[in-house]
C-alpha cells in the first residue's frame, strides 16, 4: 500500500475498507447511534419544509410525544424513574436528532437537557420524585430561563431577584427592570406549563449569587398565572418549530422547597448555608450542567456537516462540467483541483472535529456518571466543551455554506436542505455559550496553566527557563533557525515539501504556535496584577484578539492530536494510509491558513513554505478517489441525507446524457459542428 510520486502525480494505491472506517466514525456509542438513527429514518420526525411558524411548533411538539412513546429520550434520567443513568449514549443519541429536524431537536434538548437535567443535578431527592416524572413523559413540559435581554453570557450579572421573606416560607421572584426580562427561552411562548429560572438569592439582607428555582408559569387550563407576563419572541432566522418566548415576573412567590438545593439551601428563618464555600466555585459548579449542552451542539454541528458533504461530494462525483480531457465527456466536479480544495479539506476537519469530540463525550460521560467526578475531571471538561465547541459550530456553518455553493443552484432548493440546515444552525454558534466568550476561558485556563508552570520553581530553574525561551526567539524571529532551514533545502523541493508530512513535524508546528502565542499574551499581561481593576480590564481588552487567537491555535491542536490518536487504532493499512493523508491534510491547511504567523516568527523557511501549498494538492488529488468512501462511511442512510443531489438522480442524468451524444455520433443523422466545417475549408 502507497503512493509513488510522478511527473503526472501520485498513483493510489490504497483501498479503504468503509466497513472499519464506519466503525471508526461511529466511536464508542456505535450502538446507541445506530438504534437512534434506525429510529430518525422514520418520516415522522423529519422537518416538513415550508411550514408555517405556528404549524412547526405543534409540528416539534408532537414529534417529541412520539420520542417519548419510543422510549428515546430518558437515558440519562436516574434507572429509578425508568432512566438508563448512561450520560454519555443520551448526548450521542440527541445529536442524532439533527438529522431529522433540528427544531424537534433543539426542542428536547430544551425539556430534557436543560430544563430537566437542571432538576436532576442541581435538585434534591424529593424533587426528583415530585417532578422528574412528569419531566421525562413530558407531561410538564417546561422551560430554561436563565438568558435575560441584558446578560446572556456573563451569567453571574443576571438582573432577577429572589428574596427570601422569612414571614411566608416563600422566595418573591421578580424582574426589577426591563434588560432583566428572560429572553430567548424555548418552549416558553407556547407549551411551557413550568420552568426552572435563575435569579439572584437574596437572604437576611445578603446576595448569595445566582441559584436556581423550579416555578409554575402555567395551570392546567394553560393560562398564564398571576405575576407572570409572556410575550411571544415570533419568528426566527432557523428554529421556527420552536417557541422561542420571553418572560418577566412580577413579585410571584414561590415555597422555600422550590429552590433547587443541592449547592445551597434556605432554612424557614431564612440562613443560607452550603456545602461549597467559596462563591465563585459554588456559581461554576451549578452551571456545570450547562456543558452538556456545548457537547450536544458540538456533536450536533458535525452531523450536519457531515450530510453537507455527503451531499456535496456525491453530487461532485456525479456532475460534469466542460470539456477539459476530452472532446466527447464532459469532466466530473470533483476532478477540478478546485474543487477538491473547497471540499476535501473541510472533510478533513470534519473527521479530525469528530475524533475530539468523541473525546469530549467519554470525559462527559466520566464526569456526570461519577467514575470520575473530580473537580480538575470537571475542569477539564469545561476548557474542552469551551475549546471544540466553537470551532465545531463555526465549521458547521463554513461547510453548509461551501457545500450549498459546490452543488450549484440545486444547493439552494429546499429539497436539498443545505439552506434549512444552515438557517437552523446558525443559532448554535451563539447559544449555550458564545462562542467568543467560551474561547476567553479557554484562553485564562491557558494561562493559568502557564503560570502554574513556575509557582513552585526555584530561582535558578526561572532563569535557566528564561534563557532558554530568550534563547529560542532569537533563533526564530531573527532568522538563524529559518536561515539553517534555507541551506537544508537549497535547490531540494521534494526535500522541503517531505518535511511537512512528518508527525512530529505537524505536532511541533501546531504545538509551538500555541507556547509562543501563550508565552506573548503571558508576556503582556504579567504585571497586570500589580494594577488597578480598571487598568487590569483595559490591559486584558486590549489584548483581547491575541488571546482568542491563542484559543483557536489550541483548538487547531486538540483536533490534530485527537485524529493522531485515532490512527493509532486503525490496523487496516489502506485504511490507515488514506486517513493519515486526511489527517495530513487537516494539519497542513490549517499551518496554510496562519502561514503568515510561520513566516514571521521564523517557524518556516520562505523555501518551504513554497512548497506547503502544491505539496498540499497533491495530497487532494490522493484522497480524491477516496472521497465518496470517507462520507459514505459516515453511516448515514438515505432517509436520514433526504438530498436530490445525493440520491444519484445526477448519474442516471449524466449517464442518460452520454448515452444520448454517444448514440447520436454514431448515426448518420448527427449534425456537423460549424467548427469542424471552418476546419475543412481552411485545408482547402
Not at 405575576?227 to 422555600?256: C, M, T, Y
Not at 476530452?326 to 474543487?339: C, F, G, N, P, R
Request: proline share 3%; net charge negative; charged share 25%.
Amino acid at each position: 500500500m502507497g503512493t509513488n510520486d510522478t511527473a503526472t502525480g501520485p498513483v493510489d494505491t490504497a483501498t479503504v475498507n468503509t466497513e472499519v472506517l464506519e466503525e471508526l466514525f461511529l466511536g464508542d456509542w456505535a450502538p446507541t447511534r445506530r438504534v437512534a438513527r434506525e429510529l430518525l429514518k422514520d418520516s415522522r420526525f423529519h422537518k416538513t419544509e415550508g411550514l408555517t411558524k405556528e404549524d412547526h411548533r405543534e409540528q416539534a411538539l408532537k414529534q417529541l410525544h412520539q420520542l417519548v412513546a419510543e422510549g428515546a429520550v430518558h437515558r440519562a434520567f436516574p434507572e429509578e424513574f425508568g432512566g438508563e443513568d448512561d450520560h454519555g449514549a443520551n448526548i450521542a443519541a440527541f445529536e442524532e436528532l439533527v438529522t431529522g429536524d433540528p427544531s424537534m431537536q433543539i426542542k428536547a434538548g430544551v425539556q430534557w437537557g436543560l430544563f430537566g437535567a437542571a432538576v436532576l443535578h442541581l435538585g434534591s431527592a424529593e424533587h426528583h420524585r415530585k417532578w422528574l416524572p412528569g419531566i421525562m413523559d413530558l407531561s410538564i413540559p417546561g422551560a430554561y430561563a436563565m438568558t435575560e435581554i441584558g446578560h446572556g453570557s456573563d451569567v453571574a450579572a443576571l438582573g432577577t431577584t429572589a428574596t427570601y421573606d422569612p414571614q411566608t416560607e416563600e422566595f418573591v421572584i421578580h424582574t426589577p427592570f426591563e434588560a432583566a426580562t428572560k429572553r430567548f427561552l424555548g418552549n416558553a411562548a407556547l407549551h411551557a406549563k413550568d420552568a426552572v429560572v435563575f435569579a439572584q438569592l437574596i437572604t437576611n439582607g445578603v446576595n448569595h449569587g445566582v441559584h436556581c428555582f423550579y416555578m409554575h408559569l402555567r395551570d392546567d387550563n394553560g393560562e398564564v398565572l398571576p405575576g407572570i407576563h409572556i410575550a411571544d419572541d415570533g419568528h426566527k432566522g432557523g428554529l421556527n418549530g420552536v417557541d422561542n418566548g420571553q418572560i418577566r415576573f412580577e413579585s410571584v412567590r414561590v415555597p422555600r422547597t422550590y429552590l433547587l438545593n443541592r449547592y445551597g439551601d434556605v432554612a424557614a428563618d431564612g440562613s443560607y448555608t452550603s456545602s461549597i464555600e467559596s462563591p465563585g466555585r459554588r456559581f461554576f459548579t451549578m452551571l456545570g450542567t450547562l456543558v452538556q449542552g456545548r457537547v450536544s451542539l458540538t456533536g450536533s454541528a458535525l452531523a450536519a456537516s457531515k450530510l453537507a458533504l455527503i451531499g456535496a461530494i456525491t453530487y461532485g462525483n456525479q456532475r460534469r462540467q466542460f470539456h477539459a480531457a476530452s472532446t466527447t465527456e464532459e469532466e466530473v466536479l470533483l476532478d477540478y483541483q478546485l474543487h477538491q480544495r473547497r471540499l476535501i479539506p473541510r472533510l478533513a476537519k470534519t473527521v479530525a472535529a469528530g475524533f475530539a469530540h468523541e473525546k469530549l463525550l467519554a470525559k462527559l460521560d466520566d464526569v456526570f456518571s461519577g467514575r470520575d467526578g473530580s473537580d480538575e475531571n470537571r475542569q477539564e471538561l469545561e476548557t474542552l466543551a469551551a475549546a471544540i465547541k466553537p470551532i465545531a459550530t463555526w465549521h458547521g456553518l463554513d461547510t453548509l455554506q461551501e457545500a450549498r455553493e459546490a452543488c450549484g443552484g440545486a444547493g439552494f432548493i429546499s429539497e436539498n436542505r443545505f439552506t434549512s440546515l444552515r438557517a437552523d444552525l446558525d443559532v448554535y454558534v451563539t447559544f449555550e455559550g458564545d462562542n467568543n466568550v467560551l474561547l476567553q476561558l479557554v484562553a485564562k485556563r491557558l494561562l493559568a496553566d502557564y503560570a502554574a508552570e513556575f509557582k513552585n520553581a526555584d530561582a535558578g530553574a526561572l532563569a535557566s527557563y528564561v534563557a532558554n525561551q530568550a534563547g529560542d526567539r532569537v533563533m526564530h524571529r531573527f532568522g538563524l533557525r529559518r536561515a539553517l532551514q534555507e541551506v537544508r533545502d537549497t535547490g531540494d523541493e521534494r526535500r522541503s515539501a517531505n518535511w511537512f508530512k512528518q508527525t512530529e513535524v505537524q505536532r511541533n508546528l501546531l504545538a509551538g504556535r500555541v507556547r509562543q502565542m501563550v508565552v506573548d499574551v503571558a508576556g503582556e499581561l504579567r504585571s497586570v496584577a500589580k494594577l488597578p481593576p480598571e487598568k487590569q480590564a483595559k490591559v486584558f481588552n486590549e489584548h483581547q484578539y491575541e488571546i482568542i487567537n491563542a484559543a483557536k491555535a489550541h483548538a487547531d491542536l486538540l483536533l490534530w492530536e485527537s485524529f493522531t490518536d485515532a490512527l493509532e487504532k486503525v490496523e487496516h493499512s489502506g485504511t490507515k494510509q488514506v486517513l493519515t493523508w486526511l489527517r495530513d491534510i487537516y494539519a497542513l491547511t490549517t499551518i496554510e491558513e496562519t502561514l503568515d504567523w510561520y513566516l514571521g516568527n521564523g517557524r518556516i523557511s520562505s523555501q518551504r513554505a513554497r512548497t506547503l501549498s502544491p505539496y498540499i494538492n497533491r495530497l487532494l488529488a490522493r484522497v480524491r478517489p477516496h472521497a465518496q468512501e470517507i462520507v459514505d462511511s459516515f453511516g448515514y442512510a438515505p432517509e436520514h441525507v433526504r438530498m436530490e443531489v445525493a440520491s444519484g438522480a445526477e448519474e442516471r442524468r449524466q449517464q442518460e446524457a452520454i448515452e444520448y451524444y454517444r448514440t447520436l455520433r454514431a448515426s448518420s443523422a448527427a449534425p456537423v459542428d460549424e467548427k469542424v466545417l471552418q476546419e475543412r475549408s481552411r485545408k482547402r
